[in-house]
């Protein structure tokens, strides 16, 4: 991960049929735009502030080149095309303190689809699970046009994740969501690694979060088909489950001692902190 700053000229103005977008829309519309389109990592919050005349806003991306114009959509185009040439300038600040290195979607065999609610990294790690950067994949949202069911999935999971860990509002239902093959947060999921596995040509599997110590866990069954999905040795230190048929991954129910087991390396820093 590496953060970078986007300044735009105050004066940065957008005339369209019914209105004008000043220095701020324009911002505002290029980051939902960058977000959606997997070049820059949604925050929620990206800090902004004026210097030198100009609109400036700090954000995430996923690796140095993730903002260069050949990763750019239709939309982004449209709106740079309409600014003059010197009203927008990109500059990478530099890579995130024990930031994760990425991996080449060509080296990896299979994909897996997974996230949590202590970071900003891609929600797509190769099978050696290390992260993916999202605009490297090909678009998954319907319109074919950028990754925005991806970006709603990783939201969603993210939220179901940060209500379980509160332990106050909600909690049982975001379990449900994260541990229940059938949830509608599951089910997106499934949907979005259905896409990519037709359109990289290889397995993408869905991580499957299983919190409650069960009293038989090494008979579980796959949820899905029912069958032995049990693994000889945990992949990753993390899983414990694989089924190769549903394209599903799962772990033992986590103990209050080891529940951060299963929070990817990237969260020591911020336990850390």
Not at 125 to 135: A, D, G, M
Not at 184 to 195: A, D, F, R, V, Y
Request: charged share 25%; hydrophobic share 30%.
């Amino acid at each position: 991960m590496y953060t970078a700053k986007l300044s735009l000229k105050l004066c940065a103005k957008i005339d369209y049929d019914n209105h004008q977008d000043n220095a701020d829309d324009i911002l505002y519309g290029l980051i939902v735009a960058f977000v959606q389109n997997g070049q820059i990592a949604d925050c929620r919050t990206h800090p902004n502030f004026i210097e030198n005349d100009c609109l400036c806003v700090i954000v995430n991306i996923f690796n140095n080149d993730s903002l260069d114009e050949r990763h750019h959509n239709i939309s982004i185009k449209k709106t740079l095309s309409k600014l003059n040439p010197n009203d927008l300038k990109i500059e990478i600040l530099g890579e995130e303190f024990e930031s994760l290195d990425i991996a080449k979607l060509n080296e990896t065999n299979a994909l897996i689809l997974t996230t949590h609610c202590y970071t900003n990294e891609s929600p797509i790690r190769s099978f050696e699970f290390q992260p993916i950067p999202i605009h490297y994949l090909p678009k998954t949202n319907q319109d074919n046009e950028n990754y925005y069911n991806l970006i709603c999935w990783q939201k969603d999971f993210q939220d179901c994740d940060s209500l379980q860990m509160r332990c106050v509002v909600g909690e049982q239902w975001a379990l449900t969501q994260m541990s229940d093959v059938n949830s509608e947060l599951s089910k997106q999921g499934l949907e979005i690694c259905q896409i990519l596995k037709e359109k990289l040509g290889k397995p993408v599997y869905y991580d499957l979060y299983q919190y409650y110590i069960l009293s038989d866990e090494k008979n579980r069954k796959c949820p899905k088909c029912g069958g032995e999905w049990l693994l000889k040795e945990p992949l990753h230190d993390r899983y414990d489950f694989k089924c190769d048929k549903c394209y599903l991954l799962s772990n033992f129910g986590v103990s209050e001692m080891e529940w951060w087991r299963y929070i990817p390396t990237e969260y020591d820093l911020c336990h850390k902190l």
